[in-house]
């Protein structure tokens, strides 16, 4: 396999299984937002399931070498992991601004951040058992979560990413020993935010990747520059963005315990890119 293509964002999810017109009304959603599914609460998982059957079916119609879920049961890219950890109090949400400059209700943070229990472990083992070719998952990564919380407990965004980062450690080794054989970590709030990013954003992701046995690629997905609107699975931003620089390449180093160090940091910092980082597990040919 040359080139392995795979999708890097989430699939539309169906018009029966979620108002997608509410959704479009809207920004992404930080917190739960069970009032887009159309689906009653009882029945929502299988439906659920059922769109992810299609949208694997479509994956695999099209030719492409890595299959994902399509993030079908999600919100939104970020909302599924982050607000099912401790230490979130999701009646009570803060407010902050998004990478737009608009104000949109995040999960408050009251208290250590933890992970209960694996979030998506499920979700990868529905897929491993629904297709024969490699998969993937996506999870959040720690320095977008921070970014997209209200923090009313450390007082120190660095200790904060630090514990989003030891949990969604936690979660790649449980997707890894599920069957998955890339686990996508997304981190577009690097490029938004990257005097932070330099600070603290490696230092978590790195912490994210600790003692992970898998072969690790950093890479980065650019916005077009064009005059029109851009979408990008469920969500739709305006790709004629000034300050929108060229692609450059995010290098990464793989050392003999599998981590990832991201080298160079001052040439990821791109306006416009979403930065992502991919780790494939050594039996993968």
């Keep these: 396999m040359l080139i392995p293509t795979s999708l890097v964002g989430s699939y539309p999810q169906p018009a029966w299984l979620i108002d997608r017109e509410r959704l479009a009304g809207r920004f992404p959603p930080r917190v739960r937002a069970r009032e887009l599914w159309r689906i009653p609460e009882e029945l929502l998982a299988q439906a659920q399931d059922d769109a992810t059957i299609v949208a694997i079916k479509a994956q695999e119609e099209a030719g492409l070498d890595i299959i994902t879920d399509g993030e079908i049961r999600r919100e ?8 099912a950890l401790e230490g979130v109090d999701l009646d009570n949400p803060g407010t902050a601004l998004d990478r737009s400059g608009h104000d949109v209700l995040v999960p408050r943070i009251t208290g250590k951040i933890r992970r209960r229990h694996a979030v998506q472990v499920r979700d990868i083992q529905f897929l491993r058992a629904n297709t024969d070719r490699k998969i993937k998952i996506t999870v959040p990564g720690p320095f977008t979560m921070t970014q997209q919380a209200v923090d009313e407990f450390y007082k120190d965004e660095k200790a904060v990413s630090l514990d989003y980062a030891a949990a969604v450690n936690e979660e790649i080794k449980d997707l890894f020993a599920a069957g998955a054989d890339v686990v996508q970590i997304d981190e577009p709030w690097m490029q938004a935010s990257p005097d932070k990013a330099r600070a603290y954003g490696v230092a978590a992701l790195n912490r994210a990747l600790d003692g992970v046995r898998a072969r690790c690629v950093a890479a980065i997905e650019m916005r077009a520059r064009a005059h029109r609107k851009v979408t ?36 990821v910092m791109v306006s416009g890119a979403k930065s992502i980082a991919q780790h494939e597990r050594r039996d993968s040919k």
């Design 76 to 83: 939104s890219y970020s909302n599924r992991f982050a607000t």
């Design 232 to 267: 990008a699975g469920r969500e739709t931003h305006d790709a004629n963005t000034p300050g929108i620089e060229p692609p450059l390449v995010c290098t990464g180093l793989q050392r003999p315990d599998g981590a990832l160090r991201v080298a160079e940091l001052d040439r």
